[in-house]
């Protein structure tokens, strides 16, 4: 199957490459492989998929309409995964417009060419920050998302808004998925596990926020792989209307599923699973919520086990070492190529 995967440096977009690659599928990588962090970990990533038979990369932004446009033209998928984006809750506050261009054009950029080449099946990123105010637990597809308290959620509710539409108008079969604090090895240096590792492996203080009164839904990269690939043949083929008579008039070919662990891990304990994957203890600073951020997540994946046979099961005990095990490995790699590059 020929597969695009936009955000294919990034981090679950190198492992669900990888995957699709040991599949046998031919996979297009796409990526603007943008300073968010550190783009030499994203371009460690590319070195790892390029020599792999049946992937080819190109560099490109896909908030840029006429080159996107090509980019389906000549490439004539069969399906589309888009997991490009541009994350972080807390950095939504001081640059949203990153967050329109990528999220909110970007994302309308990739269903034109959908619709234009009659994908069979697109695959996007939403975010459990979608939930937002919810104060119900375990967040379950089918609870109201009207009350976003972050931009990026904002730009998450949308893309399932305009997803919709979509399906609705031209009969475009969409799946989206609620990721749920995604970690791992080649991860994200913006998330907290990553800084609190580094942070603790240097000696230095982490900042536990709420003062440390969080509970946390943590979902390992493997199991949201193992997910994304169970969904690829399941297209949506009977529209809302079918399955909920008398509830709706949508023609859209959509589902929306959570991607979790459905187990929730409170700061405090977090920090601990840290310390013992590290062999070192860490300095503890209590602060408050911070704008945007929320007390609690936790998935209800029912549906996704109903619909798939599968629910991420991935302990945060071993998650967190084998990340532990990987940035030490990577860390050190890349200081011994500083050294030869001195």
Not at 131 to 142: I, L
């Amino acid at each position: 199957m020929k597969i695009l995967v936009t955000g294919a440096a990034g981090f679950i977009g190198f492992h669900l490459s990888r995957r699709l690659l040991a599949e046998g599928h031919q996979v297009h990588g796409v990526d603007n492989v943008n300073d968010y962090y550190d783009p030499r970990l994203k371009q460690a990533r590319l070195s790892q998929l390029m020599p792999k038979v049946g992937f080819s990369f190109q560099n490109l932004d896909i908030a840029e309409p006429n080159r996107t446009a090509r980019l389906f033209h000549e490439g004539r998928f069969e399906v589309v995964i888009n997991l490009a984006a541009q994350a972080g809750v807390r950095y939504s506050l001081e640059n949203p417009l990153a967050y329109v261009n990528s999220n909110l054009v970007g994302f309308v950029n990739l269903l034109e060419g959908c619709v234009g080449i009659q994908v069979r099946h697109l695959i996007f990123a939403s975010s459990s920050s979608v939930y937002g105010a919810n104060c119900k637990v375990p967040f379950a597809v089918e609870d109201p998302t009207d009350h976003p308290v972050s931009f990026y959620g904002a730009t998450k509710k949308a893309n399932e808004l305009i997803a919709h539409s979509y399906s609705h108008l031209y009969g475009l079969p969409v799946t989206g998925l609620r990721f749920f604090t995604v970690y791992g090895p080649w991860g994200r240096p913006d998330m907290a596990y990553y800084k609190f590792v580094r942070a603790i492996d240097e000696g230095r203080a982490i900042d536990l926020y709420n003062h440390g009164q969080m509970q946390r839904d943590f979902t390992y990269v493997d199991d949201v792989v193992e997910g994304i690939a169970r969904l690829i043949t399941l297209a949506p083929q009977r529209c809302l209307r079918e399955e909920k008579s008398g509830e709706s008039v949508s023609s859209a070919k959509l589902r929306i599923y959570n991607i979790g662990n459905s187990k929730t891990v409170s700061l405090e304990r977090f920090v601990d699973i840290i310390e013992e994957a590290l062999g070192k203890k860490a300095i503890r600073n209590y602060l408050p919520m911070q704008p945007g951020d929320v007390p609690a997540t936790h998935a209800d994946v029912t549906a996704l086990a109903r619909d798939t046979g599968f629910a991420p099961r991935t302990a945060l005990e071993t998650g967190m070492r084998n990340f532990v095990n990987w940035y030490r490995e990577y860390h050190r790699g890349a200081w011994r190529q500083k050294e030869t590059a001195a």
